[in-house]
Nanobody, 114 residues
Framework: QVQLVESGRGLVQAGGSLRLSCAASLNSFSLTTIAWYRQAPGKQRELVAASRGGTTNYVDSVKGRFTISRDNAKNTVYLQMTSLKPEDTAVYYC?????????WGKGTLVTVSS
């Protein structure tokens, strides 16, 4: 069974940094698309960043501030967040597209204070 476990929740001030981790229990991790989504209060869940092979993609609002990376030996994906803004406050979810099915972690809360 696929499991995704996020860690790294926290409260930071605007301009600060935080790193989220997602540990995945699945086979063929290096071939799997892993993404970070977020959902702010009262808003729809949105894609933040995705990683597949050597390709990464970001939503425009985080380009230049967030970096997604992966350690295939550890089956772990990271989201390094810098220059955080209050509008980055959300629950962040790890997602894996595995054999055409979407799997989700339980989410981790990031709060950015102004």
């Amino acid at each position: 069974q696929v499991q995704l476990v996020e860690s790294g929740r926290g409260l930071v001030q605007a301009g600060g940094s935080l790193r989220l981790s997602c540990a995945a229990s699945l086979n063929s991790f290096s071939l799997t698309t892993i993404a970070w989504y977020r959902q702010a209060p009262g808003k729809q869940r949105e894609l933040v960043a995705a990683s597949r092979g050597g390709t990464t993609n970001y939503v425009d609002s985080v380009k230049g501030r967030f970096t997604i990376s992966r350690d295939n030996a550890k089956n772990t994906v990271y989201l390094q967040m810098t220059s955080l803004k209050p509008e980055d406050t959300a629950v962040y979810y790890c997602n894996a597209l595995y054999y055409s099915l979407n799997y989700w972690g339980k989410g981790t809360l990031v709060t950015v204070s102004s």
